[in-house]
Structures are given as structure tokens and as C-alpha cells.
């Protein structure tokens, strides 16, 4: 697939945008270095990732959001791809209780709310960022993990879309390129 790795990080770019832009989410986050909406765009590099990143290294207890995308070439054909999102949440166990003053009548802990919101925003779509997609994204994992040492809890979310014609990511290069 000529030029996948553009359409890879316009669907991050588009995926963090979504994050970075939208105040419940950075409540969710709850940073406790960076507490000014304003100021929400420092949360890549420190509580959102282009990439896994190991929970061991991470020193304070918070919650970090991991994004990867991955483009695996159709089995029927040469000429599509499925794409893929996947969004990893982690938040340290003493990170998991949201506050209840600034999220009243909220049950869930911090990853199953997360998890709503990605849900909310990506389940369904058929635009990403500017490019539209031939087929809906699909919700096809919603995981939850822990991560014992230390202690980290963990939800992975799968996004799918059932094909992608390669036509179309040339298409999308095109505006990348722009």
C-alpha cells in the first residue's frame, strides 16, 4: 500500500484532535501537572501516545491514552485494506475513582468512562478527521486488563472498518499532502 504510513498518522492526528479538543475528555485525564483546558494540547507526550508505551516507566499516578494504527491488507483482495484503531487506556490504580464533583451520577470507574467516550466518538463513524471511509468503524474489542507491577489497570479498544479500498488511500495522500 503505497504511502499508508500518511494515512496512519492523519487517523492519530485526527484521533488526538478529537482527545486534545474536547473538555470532558480532558477532565477524564485528570493531569496533575497540566490543569488548564487551555493548555490541553501538552497532554501529547506526557497522557496521550502515538504509540504502546510500557506502564513501568511511567513514574506518577495518572491515566495515559495509547494510540496505534494498524493497516492489514484484505484476505479477499490485493487491493483493499481493514483498518484499524487501536486505542489502549491506562490508569494507575490509585487513578481509577473519578470525582464525583465533577462527574455526579457517574458509576463507571476512569477506563470504562473513557472507553464510553471513545465508543461515543469513533463506534460507527465513517469520517475520520477529512477523509471518509467506505465502510463504518466497528467497536470489535473492548478488553479490560490489569497490569500488576506496578499496579496499572488497562482497557484496550479495537476499532474496525470491514475494507478500505487502496484507491482511496491514495486519494487521502493526496490531501495530506496539501
Same mark, same amino acid.
Given at each position: 500500500?503505497?504511502?499508508?504510513?500518511?494515512?496512519?498518522?492523519?487517523?492519530?492526528?485526527?484521533? *488526538?484532535?478529537?482527545?486534545? $479538543?474536547?473538555?470532558?475528555?480532558?477532565?477524564?485525564?485528570?493531569s496533575p501537572d497540566i490543569t488548564s483546558f487551555e493548555d490541553s494540547e501538552k497532554l501529547i507526550g506526557t497522557h496521550i501516545f502515538r504509540f504502546g508505551k510500557n506502564p513501568t516507566v511511567i513514574e506518577k499516578d495518572i491515566t495515559f491514552i495509547t494510540i496505534q494504527v494498524h493497516t492489514d491488507k484484505s484476505?479477499?483482495?490485493?487491493?483493499? *485494506?481493514?483498518?484499524? *484503531?487501536?486505542?489502549? *487506556?491506562?490508569?494507575?490504580?490509585?487513578?481509577?475513582?473519578?470525582?464525583?464533583?465533577?462527574?455526579?451520577?457517574?458509576?463507571?470507574?476512569? $477506563?470504562?468512562?473513557?472507553?464510553?467516550?471513545?465508543?461515543?466518538?469513533?463506534?460507527?463513524?465513517?469520517?475520520?478527521?477529512?477523509? $471518509?471511509?467506505?465502510?463504518?468503524?466497528k467497536l470489535k474489542r473492548n478488553h479490560e486488563y490489569s497490569y500488576t507491577k506496578p499496579d496499572w489497570m488497562m482497557r484496550n479498544m479495537i476499532f474496525e472498518g470491514e475494507e478500505m479500498s487502496i484507491d482511496l488511500c491514495a486519494e487521502m495522500n493526496k490531501h495530506v499532502d496539501e
Open positions: 500500500m503505497a504511502n499508508g504510513s500518511k494515512f496512519i498518522n492523519a487517523v492519530k492526528d485526527a484521533v *488526538i484532535g478529537e482527545i486534545i $479538543n474536547d473538555d470532558t475528555m480532558f477532565k477524564l485525564i485528570d484476505i479477499n483482495s490485493w487491493t483493499r *485494506i481493514v483498518p484499524q *484503531i487501536e486505542i489502549t *487506556i491506562y490508569s494507575h490504580d490509585n487513578h481509577m475513582n473519578l470525582d464525583t464533583k465533577i462527574f455526579p451520577n457517574v458509576t463507571a470507574n476512569r $477506563n470504562d468512562y473513557i472507553s464510553e467516550w471513545f465508543d461515543n466518538k469513533l463506534n460507527g463513524v465513517t469520517k475520520i478527521g477529512s477523509f $471518509n471511509l467506505t465502510s463504518k468503524l
